[in-house]
Every structure is written in structure tokens, then in C-alpha cells.
């Protein structure tokens, strides 16, 4: 069984940094996708951005490219995401997403089949 840890989230101040982790256990294959996701309340969870498992392959949102980075460690089974220049629009739960099968430029949260449990972002104006 697939099973997600994040961490990193917290409270900043806006345009400061946070960068979130994401331990990935019981992945039986080298291939596939992770990706992170965040929902604030009242809203839909929306995909943040994307990375290929074994390709140098990442996907962003429109509202993140250019401030957020994915990235990953194949060896701790780890994918992180660095979060500069924040703002309060960004604050929300983070989620982290681990798919075999995903295409990492997949946006819709159905087609991820394991989760993390969240952490919160707080970006404070």
C-alpha cells in the first residue's frame, strides 16, 4: 500500500518561503508520476504542479509557474515543492499525490489514486 507523508507547511509572511516534502513508501514500480495539489476552503482542490518519476518532466499551474518549484530524490522517494514570493492567495492545505500510471500533466485530482494527509500553508498579508 502506497502511503504519503508530507511537511513543511506553516505560517509566513507574504513574499517569504516554505518548502514542503513529501515521503513516498510502498511504490512498487519506477515509473509514474507524483504531484501536489492544495484546496483552500470553500474551493476545489487544484493541481499546484507535477513531476515525472523517471523523466525529467514538470507541469505547473498558470498561478504558480515562475514562483514554485517540484523537484524530486529518487533515493528517499521524496518529491519536494519550493514555494517563493507567497502570497495570501496561496494559502490553503497542501496535498501530495503518487499515481503508476498519472501523467504528471494531469490536473484533476480523480486521476491521482494515492493521497497524503495534507499540511497547511498560512500566508499571512
Known amino acids: 500500500q502506497v502511503r504519503l507523508v508530507e511537511s513543511g507547511g506553516g505560517l509566513v509572511q507574504t513574499g517569504g518561503s516554505l518548502r514542503l516534502s513529501c515521503v513516498i513508501s510502498?511504490?512498487?514500480?519506477?515509473?509514474?508520476?507524483a504531484a501536489w495539489f492544495r484546496q483552500a476552503p470553500g474551493k476545489e482542490r487544484e493541481f499546484v504542479a507535477g513531476?515525472?518519476?523517471?523523466?525529467?518532466?514538470?507541469y505547473y499551474a498558470k498561478s504558480v509557474k515562475g514562483r514554485f518549484t517540484i523537484s524530486k530524490d529518487i533515493a528517499k522517494n521524496t518529491v519536494f515543492l519550493q514555494m517563493d514570493n507567497l502570497q495570501p492567495e496561496d494559502t490553503a492545505i497542501y496535498y501530495c499525490?503518487?499515481?503508476?500510471?498519472?501523467?504528471?500533466?494531469?490536473?484533476?485530482?480523480?486521476?491521482?489514486?494515492?493521497w497524503g494527509q495534507g499540511t497547511q500553508v498560512t500566508v499571512s498579508s
Open positions: 510502498g511504490r512498487t514500480y519506477t515509473s509514474g508520476a
Open positions: 499525490a503518487s499515481d503508476d500510471l498519472t501523467n504528471y500533466a494531469d490536473t484533476t485530482a480523480p486521476a491521482w489514486s494515492s
Open positions: 513531476i515525472n518519476w523517471s523523466t525529467r518532466g514538470t
